[in-house]
């Protein structure tokens, strides 16, 4: 129903940044969330961002806040995630992936999340 392919990772130095894409095909509706994860080596997959496809509701987790932005293009059907002032521990692989929510509600977890993409990797030097 809903593939995802994300797009524009890289190895970079410490404080660069990067921009993240993820398209998507088929139906967003305005309910779902549209989120990003990662999974660094021997850690689990933890939240990064997330938003709400109408676009009037957002969460970050406390690690990026300030240093990373969510925003989506409704006519490109595609979703970014702008990696600024990257440090050593961002490191991950990075997914994007869509969930159905409620009204305002932007979901964390990801077992909230059913359509995922194969990921991109970010790799941060120091």
């Known amino acids: 129903q809903v593939q995802l392919v994300e797009s524009g990772g890289g190895s970079v130095k410490s404080g660069a940044s990067v921009r993240l894409s993820c398209t998507a095909s088929?139906?967003?509706?305005?309910?779902?969330?549209l989120g990003w994860f990662r999974q660094a080596p021997e850690k689990e997959r933890q939240f990064v961002a997330a938003?709400?496809?109408?676009?009037?509701?957002?969460n970050y987790t406390d690690s990026v806040k300030g240093r990373f932005t969510i925003s989506r293009d409704n006519n490109k059907n595609t979703l970014y995630l702008d990696l600024n002032n990257l440090k050593p521990e961002d490191t991950a692989v990075y997914y994007c992936?869509?969930?159905?929510?409620?009204?305002?509600?932007?979901?964390?977890?990801?077992?909230?999340?059913?359509?995922w993409g194969q990921g991109t990797q970010v790799t941060v030097s120091s």
């Open positions: 088929g139906r967003i509706y305005p309910n779902y969330n």
């Open positions: 992936a869509a969930g159905w929510s409620l009204y305002r509600i932007v979901k964390t977890n990801p077992t909230d999340y059913y359509y």
């Open positions: 938003m709400n496809w109408i676009g009037d509701n957002s």
